[in-house]
């Protein structure tokens, strides 16, 4: 099976320069929920979808401080990330490395600005307030990708697409 010209000259899958190609950047900007890959405290799969924040080195998703998912990232901080699109084709984004993990108190700044670019302002700061109370604990989980790989069915495909498949997508 060969590769397109295109992406034979691009990175290869795992590349953290693939961070700055037009479809990462597209996805990294979008209001579109992460989905997050961990393992639980019993070592079987978790998937949970997650409003997230890209700062231009991080995926930022925030959670509240005395959950299972903190106490299972503490244990087995090896994660990984997709976003993605519906629309044909597909667009997607997968990100893997080691999340860090900081509680603060009160509400978490990264976790305010998520609310409120996917709620609105009105409806993210009335949310906002009704959770802000004594005593909460947030905890900031961070990742920066150590492994990148794109998709978008044109140009990138999975590495052993078979060609038909490739050739319905229009790809090369």
Known sequence: MSLS?????????????????????R???????????YSGYDGTPRLIPMNFLWTGEEVV???????????DLRARPDVAIS???ADRPPQVLMLRGRVTLAEV???????AEMQRA?????AGNAYLEAIDKPGLRMVRIGLRPTW?????????????TP?????????R
């Open 27 to 37: 996805l990294l900007a979008a209001p579109l929920l992460a989905r997050l890959a």
């Open 163 to 171: 060609e038909p498949v490739r050739a319905a997508f229009g790809g």
């Open 61 to 71: 998703v925030g959670a509240f401080a005395g959950t299972y998912k903190i106490r």
């Open 5 to 25: 010209n295109s992406q034979a000259a691009s990175p290869r899958q795992g590349d953290v320069t693939l961070l700055n190609s037009p479809v990462a950047q």
């Open 83 to 85: 976003i993605d699109t």
């Open 105 to 111: 108190e009160g509400i978490l700044p990264e976790y």
């Open 118 to 122: 996917g709620m609105g302002d009105e």
């Open 148 to 160: 990148v790989g794109v998709l978008d069915f044109q140009e990138r495909f999975p590495e052993l």
